[in-house]
Nanobody
Framework: QVQLVESGGGLVQPGGSLRLSCAAS????????MGWYRQAPGKERELVAG???????NYADDVKDRFTISRDIAKKSVYLQMDSLKPEDTAVYYC?????????????????????WGQGTLVTVSS
């Protein structure tokens, strides 16, 4: 009942830029922290950047001066501006959100919490 849909991945040359977008939809009551993770081939998924509902941010050390995370609360969306991309940034990037949503149980509904994930978008940095 909650979906996260990412867009904006693709192929870019080293030093280039990409902007990822992620929009949440469904019976959402509120969204707390949103973030971006990535998983390179043969590696574990890792946090790239996160942003809280008030707007405080945190970044992985290797992207701190190159990537910028932002969100539009009204649009239930989060963005990742990626500049000065390097080949080692190549990975599938996943959107993540801590969501409170209304879940239907026949004749009643319950407010529940979900750690939601998008389907991922591939970013390839190569010349």
């Amino acid at each position: 009942q909650v979906q996260l849909v990412e867009s904006g991945g693709g192929l870019v040359q080293p030093g280039g830029s990409l902007r990822l977008s992620c929009a949440a939809s469904g019976s959402i009551f509120t969204i707390n922290t949103m973030g971006w993770y990535r998983q390179a081939p043969g590696k574990e998924r890792e946090l790239v950047a996160g942003i809280s509902n008030p707007g405080s941010t945190n970044y992985a050390d290797d992207v701190k001066d190159r990537f910028t995370i932002s969100r539009d609360i009204a649009k239930k969306s989060v963005y990742l501006q990626m500049d000065s991309l390097k080949p080692e940034d190549t990975a599938v990037y996943y959107c993540n959100a801590d969501v409170q949503y209304w879940r239907n149980y026949g004749g009643y509904r319950s407010l529940e919490t979900l750690h939601a994930w998008g389907q991922g978008t591939l970013v390839t940095v190569s010349s």
